[in-house]
Each structure stands twice: as C-alpha cells, then as structure tokens.
C-alpha cells in the first residue's frame, strides 16, 4: 500500500487509488479491499442481500456499503472485529434509536461522547471504523453515558464567563 493516495467518498471511510487497487482500507490486513461483490458472494444464505454492494479484501475481510451507493459503512473487517462491533451495536443504539426527540442529534451526541472518551478525532470515531479493542474500549466508555455529559464538563479557562 506505499505510495498510495487516499480518498474520500464523503463518508469519512478513505479510500486506496494507487493505480492497481480501489477501496476502502481493510483494518485487518492494511490493504485495499479491491473487489465491490454482491451480497450472494458474502452471504450466500441471504437472497434478500443478493444485489447488494460489499467490497471485499482479499484478506476475506469485508463491509458492506450506504444504501443506493457503492460508499462503504466502514472499513472491511473480519469474524472478531464483526462480532466486536455488532456488541458495540447492542450496548449503543438502545442509547438514541429507543428515544424521543431528535435521534440524529443523540447519535452524534453519543459519537462525540465517545470521540472525547477514547481521546481520537470525532472523524475517527464510528463503530464501522472500529478495531476489536477500540469496540471494547467503547462499551466500557458507555456505561457512563449521559445525554446532558457536555453540559457536565468543566468549562476551560477560554468559556468561563460565558
């Protein structure tokens, strides 16, 4: 993968394009899942995601892609990071997908939370971009989650008086 440039499909997923290989970077072995599959190749069991899009590594890792595009959710993983971030799944999306009020406004609110938690840019911080600690380290941070947690921290030196 040196010499390669990333890019950008607008979804904070980069992408490899080095000439010789297109797709988003496998977390896994570090290359470029090069091969956008149907869904009859990664779930041969399941016709209803037969024409859907995955990109698939040739590590075996893989992702599957936003609706109506060939954008990736995250970047390819294989069995351990899936099953680490379908966990992250079960202990998150209770947290804004069960509440009244504006469900996009707490998920990002949950996402931030868990960008100042873990100490990495909120551009970095999605489960499909996740590593199998990372998704522990998440849950672990998400026992403490409180809706109004910005509203809790200390004010710095520069918003006293506001």
Same mark, same amino acid.
């Given at each position: 993968?040196?010499?390669?440039?990333? !890019?950008?499909?607008?979804?904070?997923?980069?992408?490899?394009?080095?000439? !010789?290989?297109?797709?988003?970077?496998?977390?896994?072995?570090?290359?470029?899942? @090069?091969? %956008?599959?149907?869904?009859?190749?990664?779930?041969?069991?399941?016709?209803?995601?037969?024409? =859907?899009?995955?990109?698939?590594?040739?590590?075996?890792?893989?992702?599957?892609?936003?609706?109506?595009?060939?954008?990736?959710?995250?970047?390819?993983?294989?069995? !351990?990071?899936? =099953?680490?971030?379908?966990?992250?799944?079960?202990?998150?999306?209770?947290?804004?997908?069960?509440?009244?009020?504006? /469900?996009?406004?707490?998920?990002?609110?949950?996402?931030?939370? %868990?960008?100042? /938690? %873990?100490?990495?840019?909120?551009?970095?911080?999605?489960?499909?971009?996740? @590593?199998?600690?990372?998704?522990?380290?998440?849950?672990?941070?998400?026992?403490?989650?409180?809706? !109004?947690?910005?509203?809790?921290?200390? =004010?710095?030196?520069?918003? /006293?008086?506001?």
């Amino acid at each position: 993968m040196s010499g390669a440039a990333k !890019q950008d499909l607008g979804d904070d997923f980069p992408l490899v394009d080095d000439g !010789q290989d297109f797709g988003p970077v496998c977390i896994e072995c570090g290359e470029a899942a @090069s091969s %956008l599959v149907g869904g009859d190749v990664i779930y041969p069991h399941r016709q209803d995601l037969y024409s =859907k899009p995955f990109w698939l590594c040739p590590c075996g890792a893989y992702c599957g892609c936003h609706p109506n595009t060939e954008n990736p959710l995250g970047y390819p993983a294989g069995p !351990q990071t899936r =099953k680490a971030r379908s966990a992250l799944h079960r202990v998150l999306d209770p947290l804004w997908k069960g509440v009244e009020g504006n /469900k996009h406004r707490r998920r990002n609110s949950i996402y931030s939370f %868990l960008s100042f /938690k %873990l100490d990495i840019p909120r551009s970095e911080t999605h489960s499909g971009m996740f @590593s199998v600690e990372q998704c522990r380290s998440a849950i672990e941070a998400l026992k403490g989650y409180d809706p !109004q947690w910005r509203e809790n921290q200390p =004010k710095s030196e520069d918003q /006293k008086g506001n």
